[in-house]
């Protein structure tokens, strides 16, 4: 499988995914129900103050925010369990409305500004989510009758999904909700994006337990996934670069630091770069290094991609000798070497127009190339003057006229 390909699909599961799927096996194989009841509501506050203490120290109220919509979600089922003389109507509406503005929340959560938690914008958000409550009960109570018929609708035999209560109204509406987010995760590629997909599927999980005990538990899940997905992406703007997604270099000094037996590293410097930058400027010189950094990325021979900084980029192989790796390095830089992009121009918007009108003449094209100085570990080296020393090669590359492989 493609390693760029690997890593998507080992993000879209990780942690997250993970974390549904041990809560799932410890209710059904382990909990036992007095179990369950005496740790939800001791696990539900402790997920619930831990986030909205990280979503402020962070300023993510996107966070906060979420968590509140899971914590009216619960105690709303908390209460259709528990309130005597609720008639079947009422309780079916209130449910209906709930599972239904659950995805609404996120979505639009999702895709908003972090614009703070006790700013204008931010209390007045923490309102709108604040009177959805209201608007429930008003419509549940006085208005069910007008409702009910949108709930009872079915596009499908009611038999086809027996194992859940939700209306099929309101899984058509999660199912978009899930779509937009995988959508979005295979653009953004972020830990926010796939948390929220996560949380989603489990708070439907939770919708759909006839067991009170499990809901509470399902809940604080989708809350904990969310929670875990801030700490990734805290975790990714420490040790990730921002615009080639590849590891930095706090990243790649760790990374050294567990290697214990030999390993070859590679020292990557994209030729003229500045030359380049200065004359088709700084968007198409992020182009350039985003396009190296993908085929660094997918580099053979089990090499690990770094961006050093600036142009220069590092590539660690463990376990390599410097005859196992300077093969795939020639590949690498015959890859980037024949890889060709198009600059956007000038006069192209940014945004695709209504009307596409064609443009006269060829669009231009350009290539780069980039030397690579190759150094290997020995005599207990340490990580730094192996560094150096592909850096001399790097050097020595440069002077022999660039676009090669110098050891």
């Not at 989510?129 to 208005?143: E, F, G, M, P, T």
């Not at 027996?162 to 953004?188: D, E, H, M, N």
């Not at 340490?382 to 592909?390: F, G, L, N, T, Y």
């Amino acid at each position: 499988m493609n390693p760029q390909k690997a890593k998507a699909l080992y993000s879209l599961i990780l942690p997250q995914g993970l974390v549904l799927g041990a809560i799932i096996f410890y209710l059904h194989f382990f909990a036992t129900p007095k179990t369950v009841l005496l740790v939800a509501p001791i696990y539900s506050s402790v997920v619930l103050v831990a986030g909205v203490l990280l979503g402020w120290r962070f300023n993510r109220s996107r966070l906060v925010f979420s968590l509140l919509v899971l914590a009216l979600s619960e105690r709303g089922l908390f209460c259709l369990f528990h309130i005597q003389g609720i008639n079947d109507v009422v309780k079916h509406t209130a449910f209906g409305s709930m599972a239904l503005l659950l995805p609404v929340n996120f979505v639009l959560l999702s895709i908003m500004r972090e614009r703070g938690i006790f700013t204008f914008t931010g209390l007045w958000r923490a309102s709108v989510i604040l009177l959805q409550v209201s608007l429930v009960v008003l419509i549940a109570y006085y208005h069910p009758e007008k409702v009910i018929v949108f709930f009872n609708y079915n596009l499908l035999s009611p038999r086809v999904l027996q194992c859940t209560p939700i209306p099929q109204s309101a899984l058509i509406v999660i199912g978009l909700g899930l779509i937009f987010f995988l959508i979005r995760f295979r653009y953004k590629q972020k830990p926010m994006e796939i948390g929220f997909f996560w949380a989603l599927f489990t708070a439907v999980i939770a919708l759909s337990q006839n067991k009170e005990r499990f809901v509470t538990v399902y809940f604080a899940t989708a809350g904990l996934i969310l929670v875990i997905s801030l700490i990734e992406t805290a975790h990714a703007m420490a040790y990730q670069d921002e615009l080639t997604s590849l590891p930095g270099r706090r990243a790649l000094k760790e990374y050294l630091l567990k290697l214990v037996s030999e390993y070859t590293i590679a020292m990557l410097d994209i030729d003229h770069f500045k030359k380049f930058n200065d004359t088709y400027g700084h968007n198409v010189g992020d182009q350039v290094l985003r396009m190296v950094a993908s085929k660094l990325a997918a580099v053979s021979g089990g090499g690990k991609a770094f961006r050093y900084g600036g142009e220069e980029f590092t590539l660690v192989f463990s376990k390599k000798s410097l005859g196992e790796t300077t093969p795939h390095l020639e590949d690498l830089r015959e890859t980037v070497a024949s890889s060709r992009f198009t600059i956007r121009g000038s006069k192209r918007p940014q945004k695709k127009p209504k009307t596409i009108i064609p443009v006269s003449g060829e669009r231009k094209k350009l290539s780069v190339t980039v030397s690579i100085g190759v150094a290997v570990q020995k005599n207990n080296q340490k990580s730094a003057q192996v560094i150096k020393a592909a850096d001399k090669a790097l050097y020595r590359a440069k002077k022999s006229g660039r676009n090669q492989v110098s050891t």
